[in-house]
């Protein structure tokens, strides 16, 4: 039983993403159960939540203002372009419908680059800027313009334009996980409460 537990429940979970309130009561039952839920990704989650061993992954359309037909164009852009390798290889690679300032600020505030190493804090500065900039050239390249940028395409056919993220602090906690809390209705990375279970369960 305990074998198909993280397939039950990543189907349990699929089946209320919309009901924050029953999300989050499965998720304290996988908690529970000892089975992990990872944050979601953008290079390993699906739309659906996933059974990844003995874990579960936490599935893109789960998150807020993220709908299907964005989800579908992000695992394309991944499966026909390979591993985004940092947040200007995920908006070169993916299509222009997934460049939309709201859905890309959720991804970030859902911590779905998180494993590319930037802060979620820098990203949403940087966001409007960047989505700005690679509308335009997806835009260009789609009304066959892209002969105007013939000197800035790169060494690797992507286009060099690239938008810095700057070194800043991330946010404080309380400010990072509430973030998180609106954008996936629970706390998913970690719980303010954490580490006080034993305090509560008195």
Known sequence: ???YAPEYMAALL???RDDKD??????NECRRMKIQVLPPDVNESA?????VGNDIRFGL???RNVGANVVAKIVLGREEKGRY????DFLDKVDALVCNKRVIESLIKAGAFDDMKHKRRALVAIHEAAVDQYV????????GQDSLFGGLVDADGGFGVSIAVPDIDDWDKTTLLGHERDMLGLYVSDHPLLGLEHILAN
């Open 136 to 143: 335009d050239i997806k835009r260009n390249e789609a009304i």
């Open 14 to 16: 699929t089946s209320v």
């Open 61 to 63: 359309t789960a998150i």
């Open 22 to 27: 029953k999300m989050a009561i499965y998720l």
């Open 1 to 3: 039983k305990q074998h």
């Open 85 to 88: 390798e940092h947040f200007n």
């Open 47 to 51: 739309a659906d939540f996933t059974p």
